[in-house]
């Protein structure tokens, strides 16, 4: 199971690709509403004014059992409005805790870094935001960096690497790579 935390002022793109990767590689993905709209709590505004429905409010949302992949997406305050969530701090240890990948793009990896999760580690963020980081070692290339299970990419032109990434962590580089063609995207 993959879970994506939706807040508002996400990045439209870098949530909604890799979802949609994600779910045509064979993935089980739950989308959270972090701050809760109308739709029983569900409607989420993004950076550009789309307003999504996610799966599940916030006020719904248990951590399932077989959590593979927790995935933060960036944009502002999107990534604020996760850092701020009391939800955001449970699930991301528990994860951690289950062996799940922690992913995040653009300015979401602050999130990651302010708990302490990227010391040490390669990481890559939205140029601006290195010192969020927190002890994280920047990589300053535009790419996807993975570093064990930590996945990071600096922003919405590589979420299509980035959603890639996270079919081929899972599944394996075979069906990143037949996604890939499928749908017309230069290979990661």
């Known amino acids: 199971m993959v879970v994506v935390f939706l807040a508002n002022g996400f990045e439209e793109i870098e949530a909604l690709t890799p979802v949609d990767f994600l779910r045509r590689a064979g993935a089980e993905v739950v989308t959270v509403a972090i701050e809760e709209g109308g739709a029983q709590g569900r409607e989420v505004v993004g950076a550009h004014g789309i307003t999504v429905l996610a ?56 999130v990651l870094g302010h708990r302490g999760y990227l010391e040490g580690i390669h990481a890559t963020c939205y140029p601006g935001f290195e010192t969020e980081l927190c002890g994280g070692i920047y990589e300053r290339e535009i790419t996807v960096v993975t570093d064990g299970k930590i996945i990071t990419a600096p922003g919405m032109g590589t979420a299509q690497q980035f959603g890639l990434k996270l079919v081929e962590v899972l599944y394996g580089k075979d069906r990143a790579d037949q996604l890939c063609r499928s749908v017309m995207t230069p290979g990661i």
């Open 55 to 110: 799966d599940v409010a916030e006020r719904d949302f248990v951590l399932p059992e077989n959590v593979e992949m927790v995935v933060l997406p960036g944009g502002m305050p999107g990534a604020s409005n996760l850092d701020e969530s009391p939800l955001i701090d449970g699930v991301l240890y528990t994860a951690r805790e289950r062996g799940a990948y922690l992913c995040a793009i653009c300015a979401a990896p602050l």
